[in-house]
């Protein structure tokens, strides 16, 4: 890349930051200290601020970058993600949003441990919390990794980690000093950003293309060197049984990992009533609807413009399609017109991994904090303030995003977003599930259900291709690879529901009917809500 690119980039990203780092001082200035306004914002923000919000927060590094990498090297079978992504959120709305609203306060483990024994819950639900968070900030350093190999030309190999760990010290700075309120308005400017940009890039992809999708996509295929079969399922999961495994394994875990993502569940919480949980889902639902529709077009665009040979030559795994095709439609590399769209593309990727560093580092320090500090701690002992150790523990969740970051660095980010989903669908969406609509649910279920699905997710991942036996492992000199599937959730998943049901049923617990009443009412209606 040329001086003008880099030097235009890294004014635009450092002007995000400033603006950022300024919005975190001036709430650090006007915040409380309390529990309730560094977790939760002070429950103040609207239903659209809090779309928009959930939506910055949502519209990750993996779907800017990774998704329409994916589909600019795979055609039809990328689409799965972004039908995957968006599905996930008629779950949310109809089955999540409004009950873990009226049924929590700050995190996951609040909903279950309203009717059971609160230690071994909150430190169950607090483990898996801490699990996912970290696997999703693995994905948005892996994006930052490859953004600034693109940007300095790969000149470097330390550059990549001294950008990992610059956005893991921003991000650190942002939870520790802001809180909620610093985050959620964090998210709010990222969605604009984010959502401007990818409207230009779709117009002037359409332009480029004068308005006709089939032209596109012929070109696509055209320049994909697969022909038709580019538009066509199975290009990479056709191959074998263990591929449309994967495809069945891989649709479930987005589709059913979002309602049971921490960073995503902790946004119902900024808002003041269960009515405005729901229309901030609806608000959320039409932002990222409208954002996926037009990664389709970006993903067809690189395959047409750029073509699948010089994305894969400049980023293995892809997440470099959406930069690459910006300096094209701009003009091409020299010109005035593609550096500043490369650079605006760069700054904008930037500034959406910042945000959704800083929202998923929020709920898995609130989690370390609320829920495992607050159950080990001992009962007499001098006790910090949750608020304090939650601050301590962004620091160290940081320092664990770092060090896998620059491990994984050359895995595609959308790929790694699945894992997190796989293990979100695995251990928690069973365990609130049940908590919300199965009276006889025990504590011994809701523990089994968590480790149930937490344990199987990570052990088949470990055993799996992605981390030995094959070129593109992460250890690819080793081979402990045991487990076909390269994402874990067609086996995990079940292993987690079932697990608490057989939790529930060889427990001689007796369930808390007067409880679970009021938690029915309580998710039902609102009534005694916090």
């Known amino acids: 890349m040329t001086g003008g690119h880099q030097t235009l980039a890294l004014l635009l990203f450092s002007g995000f930051v400033a603006v950022t780092l300024g919005i975190t001082t001036w709430v650090s200035r006007r915040r409380h200290g309390s529990a309730e306004e560094f977790y939760a914002g002070g429950r103040l923000f609207s239903p659209m601020e809090n779309g928009f919000a959930i939506a910055g927060d949502y519209m990750s590094a993996a779907s800017f970058l990774g998704v329409t990498g994916l589909i600019a090297l795979y055609g039809y079978d990328g689409l799965l993600y972004v039908v995957g992504f968006l599905v996930a959120w008629l779950v949310v709305l109809f089955l999540v949003a409004e009950l873990v609203r009226n049924c929590g306060r700050f995190t996951l483990a609040d909903v279950v441990a309203a009717r059971m024994s609160e230690r071994p819950v909150r430190i169950a639900a607090g483990t898996s919390s801490v699990t996912v968070s970290v696997l999703y900030l693995v ?79 012929l070109a696509a295929a055209d320049r994909s060197g697969h022909g038709k079969a580019f538009l066509a399922p199975g290009l990479k999961y056709g191959g074998s049984w263990t591929a449309r495994l994967d495809f069945i394994s891989l649709g479930l875990a987005l589709v059913l990992g979002t309602a049971g993502l921490p960073h995503i569940l902790s946004r119902f919480y900024t808002v003041p009533t269960a009515r405005a949980a729901r229309r901030s889902a609806v608000w959320s639902i039409g932002l990222i609807g409208g954002f996926y529709l037009m990664t389709i077009v970006l993903g067809f665009g690189a395959a047409a413009v750029v073509g699948p040979q010089t994305v894969r030559g400049s980023n293995a795994a892809g997440n470099t399609a959406v930069p690459l095709l910006a300096l094209d439609l701009g003009g091409g590399a020299g010109s005035t017109g593609g550096t500043v769209l490369f650079a605006v593309v760069a700054a904008v990727a930037f500034a959406t991994i910042l945000a959704v560093v800083a929202g998923i580092t929020l709920a898995s320090s609130a989690s370390v904090a609320h829920d495992l500090y607050a159950s080990l701690r001992r009962p007499h002992g001098k006790a910090r303030s949750e608020v304090t150790v939650a601050r301590i523990a962004a620091v160290g969740i940081g320092v664990v995003a770092i060090a896998l970051g620059l491990l994984a660095r050359d895995l595609n980010v959308a790929f790694l977003v699945g894992l997190a989903f796989a293990v979100a669908a695995s251990a928690n969406l069973p365990v609130l599930l049940y908590s919300l609509f199965w009276r006889a649910f025990t504590t011994r279920g809701a523990v089994w259900a968590v480790y149930g699905g937490l344990i199987p997710a990570l052990g088949l991942v470990l055993l799996s291709p992605v981390v030995s036996g094959s070129p593109d492992s992460l250890f690819p000199d080793v081979d402990f690879q045991y487990f076909p599937l390269q994402n874990p959730g067609i086996v995990s998943i079940p292993l987690g529901f079932l697990a608490g ?3 529930t049923v060889t427990s001689d617990e007796v369930a808390d009917e007067a409880k679970y009443a009021e938690t029915e009412v309580r998710s039902l209606t609102g009534a005694g809500a916090v």
């Open 139 to 217: 994905a948005q350093m892996v994006g930052a990794g490859s953004l600034v190999a693109l940007l300095l030309g790969r000149t470097s190999g330390a550059a990549q980690a001294w950008t990992v760990i610059g956005v893991g010290a921003l991000m650190v700075v942002y939870v520790s000093l802001g809180g909620m309120r610093a985050t959620t308005w964090i998210q709010i400017v990222k969605a604009v950003l984010l959502l401007s940009g990818t409207v230009v890039l779709t117009v002037l992809v359409l332009v480029r293309f004068h308005g006709d999708v089939d032209r596109l996509l």
């Open 501 to 503: 049901w057989l939790g």
